[in-house]
């Protein structure tokens, strides 16, 4: 059994259903380039090393992170990394999340939780996970490194 698959038998029954259904979306939806594995604890769909060998962090010996899922106590956390910096995708992700949902969206800069099962947008999720291409995803990330560094 891999990490991902433990990691999931552990997830309480609660969550469990939910998060299984959000992974299973991520997979079908995020563009085939990005690849899923373990970092940080977490299911991620990363930039390989093979098409970004920079690294995340200039780190050589890890992939770029794009979207992790994370099941906490009290919520599921999904961690798009694309979202900090591309304000066409964030406003049109906020903006679709009010119309659909009849609850205010939970949301740091990257990170949107989800806090009752019942009510997560998969569709609205499926469709934000295949937004932006591995492509658009490295240069947003090497455009906002350079400016940091500058």
């Known amino acids: 059994m891999n990490k991902i698959e433990t990691y999931i038998q552990e997830i309480d029954p609660k ?3 939910a ?10 939806r995020v563009p085939a380039d990005f690849e899923l594995t ?26 770029l992170p794009f979207i992790s899922l994370a099941a906490q106590k009290k919520h599921l956390s999904l961690y798009h990394m694309g979202l900090m910096g591309n304000k066409e995708v964030l406003a049109w992700f906020q903006e679709e999340y009010q119309k659909q949902m009849p609850t205010k969206l939970n949301m740091g800069k990257s990170c949107i939780r989800f806090t009752n099962p019942k009510t997560i947008p998969y ?6 996970a295949s937004k932006i291409s591995m492509e658009d995803w490295i240069s947003q990330y090497e455009y906002f490194s350079a400016k940091k560094n500058s």
């Open 15 to 17: 969550w469990q259903d």
């Open 19 to 28: 998060y299984v259904r959000l992974l299973e979306l991520l997979k079908e």
């Open 38 to 63: 373990w970092q940080y604890d977490m299911p991620t769909f990363i930039v390989p090393l093979a098409d970004f060998p920079e690294g995340y962090l200039g780190r050589k010996d890890e992939g």
């Open 123 to 128: 569709e609205l999720i499926g469709e934000l």
